[in-house]
């Protein structure tokens, strides 16, 4: 092997391990965005007091120092896949790293307030909420 290609070899090791490192170093200093999805489906009539009831405890989660995500209501659209199936209301709320999520999870599965904003939901929904965990990927 010549001179040069050895040089060259050792050159392109070395910046696929810096790379490398420099991705891993990113990925821990912004860590993994997760987004939490609920859904609800109303009782017959009741579709305003779910939404009313999930923007209360989006005021509850802002209260405990939490995001207060975004809520979703149907919408029409000549190209909407239409499913009456589909959940009347849906909250997302995006928490960049695991210390935003856990606090999430400390309030909405546990504090007195958002407990008691659960108890009024299961009155007007058909059935416990949905709840979904996604990873968050930007497109670069």
């Not at 989006?58 to 909407?80: I, N, P, S, Y």
């Not at 199936?85 to 599965?109: C, H, K, N, T």
Request: aromatic residues 8%.
């Amino acid at each position: 092997m010549s001179k040069t290609a050895l040089l060259f070899a050792v050159v392109s090791v070395w910046y696929l391990a810096a790379a490398t490192k420099t991705v891993a170093q990113q990925q821990t200093a912004q860590g993994t965005t997760t987004v939490v999805q609920m859904s609800y489906y109303a009782q017959p009539g009741k579709e305003q007091e779910v939404l009313a009831i999930r923007l209360l405890a989006c005021d509850v989660l802002e209260k405990h120092g939490v995001t207060r995500g975004r809520v979703l209501t149907r919408g029409e659209a000549l190209r909407g896949t239409k499913n009456a199936s589909d959940p009347d209301v849906v909250w997302e709320g995006e928490f960049p790293d695991a210390a935003s999520l856990a606090r999430y999870e400390e309030i909405a599965g546990k504090h007195p307030d958002f407990m008691a904003v659960v108890q009024k939901m299961r009155t007007v929904t058909k059935g416990p909420a949905e709840r979904r965990y996604y990873q968050l990927h930007s497109a670069h």
